[in-house]
Structure formats: structure tokens, C-alpha cells
């Protein structure tokens, strides 16, 4: 079974610092990991994936992503924070079978101060 | 650019009553999901759906969640009997045809309120 662990409820940051959103995963074989945000009663949008390549993975509004594979970790990293990134971010893990379910994780929610 | 659209957007109904929420994906995607998310928290996998049948289903998906694809567009959840506890946001997703490294596309949600 695959699951996914977001260690931090919250993480604030100062605008134009770098921010870190961690992420931890299970999952047997190859691990296909994203993550997506969600804005205020919005949908969740896709910010970049991890399926096989470089272990830095670079995404959408300057977002990237480094897969270790040793530590079972895809944090998600941005090198200067904005305070229009302040939302919630799920990283997320699918399986290789069955129905291919996306399971993700309880959600970190950034906070970015002005 | 393409969208998943969710129909209504918000439902208030009374316990006991059957829902219907409607999806309607992304028209080349294959495989179809409902999620739930409970007062803005974690987002809840429910069932994936790809060739007209159910891939897989969680242990939330009882007997009283049924999806189905009626006219090959659209894609509905129905809860038969409504309980309080099925308050939530509840999404629909889609991938295209790799479902194993496609993200999900989702669509705005649709609110379910039940009293």
C-alpha cells in the first residue's frame, strides 16, 4: 500500500526567501510522486511530477521538486517565495496497479509573510 | 485550455436524501476519479473508474456511493442516503491514457452540505 507523510501542518516564510515544503512516501516500485495546491474553494492544480530522470524536478510558478530516493523524500522547493504562494500543497503518491489511485497527503499550508 | 467542470457547485440537502454530483472531464481523458476533502483537509480517495466499470474503490465508497458514465461525457457520484458525515467538498479528476504518470486534472468541486 502506498502512503504519503507531510511532516509540517504549516510553514510560514518571509517573502523573496526560499521556502521548503517536505514531503515523505511508501510505496512499492517505482515511486511516481507530485504535488499539487489548492487555493481558497479552488480545485487542486498540478505543480510538477517525478516519474523517472533527474532527481530535481522543476515545475510551474518557479516550483521545483528534489526525489531522493534513499530518504524516500520529494520536498518541494522554491528559491525566493512570493506572498501569492501562500496556499495549501499536497504531495502525492500513485501505485503502479489497480485503478492507479493518487493518494495524498494531509497538506502543509504555506504561509508567506509580506 | 480544457477543464473539468463540476455540477452543482454547492447542494444542501436534508439526511436521508439521495445526491447526484456531476463531472463532466476532460473530453480525450480515460480515467475518471471522485475525491472528497472534509473541511479543507486532506483530500479522501473514493474510486477510480476507467472502461465503463470501477478500477478501484476505498472503504469510504460504500453501498451508498454508485458512480456511472450515462452518455459517455458525463461522470456522477450518487450517495443514495445522505448522511451528516457526508458533508465535504467532494472533486472529480481525470487523467488521459497513462494513467501510472499522468497528473490529475481537477475540477472546481461541488460543496455538499447535509442537515
Known amino acids: 500500500a502506498q502512503s504519503v507523510a507531510q511532516p509540517e501542518d504549516q510553514v510560514n516564510v518571509a517573502e523573496g526567501n526560499p521556502l521548503t515544503v517536505k514531503c515523505t512516501y511508501s510505496v512499492s516500485g517505482n515511486p511516481y510522486l507530485f504535488w499539487y495546491v489548492q487555493y481558497p474553494n479552488r480545485g487542486l492544480q498540478f505543480l510538477l511530477k517525478?516519474?523517472?530522470?533527474?532527481?530535481l524536478v522543476k515545475g510551474s510558478y518557479g516550483f521545483e521538486a528534489e526525489f531522493n530516493k534513499s530518504q524516500t523524500s520529494f520536498h518541494l522547493k522554491k528559491p525566493s517565495a512570493l506572498v501569492s504562494d501562500s496556499a495549501l500543497y499536497f504531495c502525492a503518491v500513485r501505485g503502479n496497479t489497480g485503478g492507479f489511485k493518487t493518494i495524498f497527503g494531509a497538506g502543509t499550508r504555506l504561509f508567506v509573510k509580506a | 485550455e480544457p477543464e473539468v467542470t463540476q455540477t452543482p457547485s454547492h447542494q444542501v440537502t436534508q439526511m436521508g436524501q439521495e445526491v447526484i454530483l456531476r463531472c463532466v472531464p476532460i473530453?480525450?481523458?480515460?480515467?475518471f476519479y471522485w475525491y472528497r476533502q472534509i473541511l479543507g483537509q486532506k483530500v479522501e480517495f473514493l474510486v477510480s473508474?476507467?472502461?465503463?466499470?470501477?478500477?478501484?474503490k476505498s472503504e469510504i465508497f460504500d453501498d451508498q456511493f454508485s458512480v456511472e458514465r450515462p452518455d459517455g461525457s458525463n461522470f456522477t457520484l450518487k450517495i443514495r442516503s445522505t448522511k451528516l458525515e457526508d458533508s465535504a467538498m467532494y472533486f472529480c479528476?481525470?487523467?488521459?491514457?497513462?494513467?501510472?504518470?499522468?497528473?490529475?486534472?481537477f475540477g472546481e468541486g461541488s460543496r455538499l452540505t447535509v442537515l
Open positions: 473530453s480525450n481523458h480515460l480515467y
Open positions: 517525478y516519474i523517472t530522470g533527474d532527481n
Open positions: 473508474f476507467y472502461n465503463n466499470e470501477i478500477s478501484e
Open positions: 479528476a481525470s487523467t488521459p491514457g497513462l494513467p501510472n504518470t499522468g497528473e490529475l486534472f
